[in-house]
């Protein structure tokens, strides 16, 4: 039997080791002292604290879909429910989200102006752009963007719109046609498109569980930073053990400090120029409320969103009375103890800290030459035995879902697998 290591026992890195145990002799490296990476989830004072967003899964993806399905039931630790999303306009007032669909409820001044953008947008047909505030100015017109879309993006990408790339965008935002637009006005329809429009949500532990199921049967080394991958005679060292091959389901910048033994001299400066944001994720109690996510443009604050967790499930809510319920509240990057205190006086909902959480890599920011750059050291590597998949190791936006599905694809290249 070949001997694998799988780098990483985030979601990737247990579906690989899933998929490939009964075929491989498998051993999971994780550098973390608990499995999970972006979907670990913690108990807090009873209450589930999602260490990073607020997990749920969902796909559109058949194929991923069965898998999943054979690992969990269905019925018993998972509820499904509809997406409820809101936007708080700086006004006061509460929006459903996407906001274009619900612009029959803004103010009389705003909808004539929103009503004279697509007349525009109508006439002016479809054009090419190259940066995210020209799509969302060319998509949902100029009073839409001043309102919603800039001040959110802004504070979600921390840097003007003309400066973000639009290569991530394919599947990611809502692109629906002016015909569409004023459809979804007359008819008040929510958007049910996106993936996340309904989702599944464990009945215990959030996505905690979803890793600690994928975790069954696997030889997992916690505590365990791996340092050294060196491709010595055919066979590849994982600090000083030997294996056949190696899945990397880690961070593709850290590739060109531990690597050995393989010529990837061309790869080191576009690997460096690489950029991603982190997130701060804030674990508070909050005023109970109907909503899943709740959007926020206010500039009066620097936090973009609040993930209504306590919402998804009664057993994240630990001992907190009926009024109450756990959130948690997101920036963008590192935000310190104070930042994060004076901001919540400012947010909706009386948010009370419990406690906070930095994740350094959490969005990669995908250039105009990057899945070249990566599709071209991916093939480079494997044909060496040495495969990559995640959402640092591809530097793609994915979600859980899409990420078992890059995991399954690329594993059809190991043989036997
Ligand atoms: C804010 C936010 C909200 C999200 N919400 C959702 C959602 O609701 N639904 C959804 O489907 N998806 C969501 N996602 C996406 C989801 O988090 C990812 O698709 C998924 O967690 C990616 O898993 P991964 O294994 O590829 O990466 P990671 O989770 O980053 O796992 C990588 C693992 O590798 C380990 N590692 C790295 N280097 C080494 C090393 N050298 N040695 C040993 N171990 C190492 C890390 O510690 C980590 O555990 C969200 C993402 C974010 C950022």
């Given at each position: 039997m070949k001997r694998i290591a799988i780098i990483g026992a985030g979601v990737s890195g247990l579906t690989s080791a899933q998929l490939l145990k009964n075929n491989a002799d498998i051993v999971v490296y994780e550098k973390e002292s608990k499995i999970g990476g972006l979907i670990r989830c913690e108990r807090i004072q009873g209450s589930l604290f999602h260490t990073c967003g607020g997990h749920v899964f969902n796909t559109k993806n058949q194929?991923?879909?069965?898998?999943f399905w054979q690992m969990f039931d269905k019925n018993q630790e998972f509820h499904k429910t509809d997406r409820n999303s809101v936007?708080?306009?700086?006004?006061?007032?509460?929006i459903p989200y996407p906001i274009e669909n619900f612009a029959y409820l803004l103010d009389e001044a705003t909808q004539k102006a929103f009503i004279q953008d697509l007349l525009m947008l109508a006439s002016s047909g479809s054009c090419q752009v190259d940066n995210f505030q020209d799509f969302l100015k060319t998509r949902f017109g100029n009073t839409l963007y001043k309102l919603y879309f800039e001040p959110y993006n802004q504070k979600v990408w921390r840097c003007s719109l003309t400066d973000v790339p639009i290569e991530w965008l394919a599947g990611k935002l809502p692109m629906p046609t002016v015909e569409e637009i004023i459809y979804n006005n007359f008819n008040k329809v929510a958007e049910k498109q996106f993936v996340h429009s309904a989702f599944f949500y464990e009945e215990n532990n959030g996505s905690q569980f979803i890793a600690d199921r994928l975790s069954d049967g696997l030889d997992i080394h916690c505590d365990s930073n791996v340092?050294?991958?060196?491709?010595?005679?055919?066979?590849?060292?994982v600090d000083n053990e030997t294996f056949d091959e190696v899945v990397f389901c880690g961070n593709i910048k850290d590739i060109p400090h531990i690597m050995r033994g393989v010529d990837i001299e061309a790869y080191l400066k576009p690997i460096e120029a690489l950029q991603s944001h982190g997130t701060t994720a804030v674990f508070c109690e909050i005023d109970a409320n109907p909503y899943s996510w709740i959007y926020m443009p206010d500039k009066q604050y620097d936090s973009h969103r609040i993930i209504c967790t306590g919402n998804f499930a009664k057993s994240n809510n630990g001992a907190l009375?009926?009024?109450?319920?756990?959130?948690?509240?997101?920036?963008?990057?590192?935000?310190?103890?104070?930042?994060?205190?004076?901001?919540?006086?400012?947010?909706p909902l009386n948010p009370n800290y419990i406690t906070h959480r930095y994740n350094k890599f959490t969005y990669p920011i995908q250039q105009k030459d990057t899945r070249e750059m990566i599709t071209s050291l991916k093939q480079k590597l494997s044909a060496r035995g040495f495969y990559m998949t995640g959402r640092f190791a591809d530097w793609e936006y994915y979600n859980m879902d899409a990420a078992m599905a890059a995991a399954m694809k690329t594993l059809k290249r190991i043989t036997n697998a």
């Open positions: 194929q991923v879909l069965d898998w936007i708080f306009l700086p006004n006061g007032q509460h340092k050294s991958i060196e491709l010595k005679g055919g066979k590849w060292c009375p009926p009024n109450r319920i756990t959130a948690t509240v997101e920036f963008t990057d590192d935000i310190s103890y104070n930042d994060i205190i004076s901001n919540l006086k400012r947010i």
